[in-house]
């Protein structure tokens, strides 16, 4: 018997959920909160390596293979300019709009249909599936629900009221496209700079552009007025005592985006009830410093469509949450400590200029995170 999914949420976890659902042979309806779909929306973000496998499981590799651009080291500076270490970072690093349309497009390509204006406000189980309701007053039915619904999940506390509130990182987040510029480095390569006052990041694409972010220290969960405080003239004076390209970059961008804060959940104790369950940044949002955050939802997809392959509802959730439980929140940890790292204070910064060169050079040799990276997920091993 067919079963039918209620997919919340039209984000990137939403429509690859939705893709890798119907390929276990399930029924699929997505629902997006917002009018609109994300066109243009959004910074950009990056796709390691582990999660460029798990979209060929899904035969969606060649749909970003044209997107954005392959990024495949990182070098790390100290603000007088210092290299400190080049890191392997095998990824592929795209805007999120970019993203976000072509997966939604594929989606409907693949037969699934997309309802926006879909806000949920709460669901329960009737008889043997599950009822959404929605803020516009109407409802929908289906076997089972997924909440692919975010940070802010409204499924995440449908399925425990006292699921734990998002943790604040200490850290910020603007960025924007620089135009015009010409900075050092190689097409691809990420460049991180551990300012005296504030870590920024930076890559040259192909076509000369530079895609760049900046991570301010707040060590208190900030108010829309600190957000707003963070313009391209207070970034400037951030970077004025630091060596780098940073202030010449923003100055050569049409549209800083305006700040957000960064969370993360450490863990989350219930993913599933009986007919509910969440997946992506919903059940385990780590820090976007984990670069994993769009590869972790999209294994996500996979494994919880594997699992209702070949189980029915309650054992494959069951089942889902056993194969990814450990795995993402050490990968959430992971996020955390190299968070930690961007805003240490005068000590920590003379430690880490100390000991970083050396640790990183043990992680290369060592292969110490082989387990994130290398991780593959089979389609056709039964669960």
Known sequence: MTKDA??????????????ALRKAGLGVRLFEAYDRGSDGVGAFLTLARNGLEALKVLDLHDLVAHLGMDTPEGVMVNAKGRELAVIPQPSRTLRRGDLYRALRDEAVRRGVSVEYGKRLTDAASVGGGVQARFEDGTTADGALLIGADGLWSRTRTIIDPA????RHLGLLNTGGFAEGVRVPGRPGVSHFVFGRRCFFGYLVHPDGGVWWFANPASPKEPTAADLAAVTPSALMELFRDDAGPMRDIIAATPHVMPAWNTYDLPTVPN??????????DAAHATSPSSGQGASMAI????????????????????????????RVERIVAQGKRNGDGKAPGPVGAYLRDLFLPVVLRQVAKRGSLSWMYDHRITWDESV
């Open 6 to 19: 209620l997919i919340i949420g039209g984000g990137i976890a939403g429509p690859v959920t939705a893709m």
């Open 163 to 166: 699921a734990p509130r998002p």
């Open 271 to 280: 993913w599933s009830n009986s007919r509910m369950v969440i997946v992506g």
């Open 299 to 326: 294994e996500d997809a996979v494994v919880l469509a594997r699992s209702l392959r070949d189980h029915d509802v309650p054992d494959a959730f069951a089942v889902y949450e056993r194969l990814r439980r450990a």
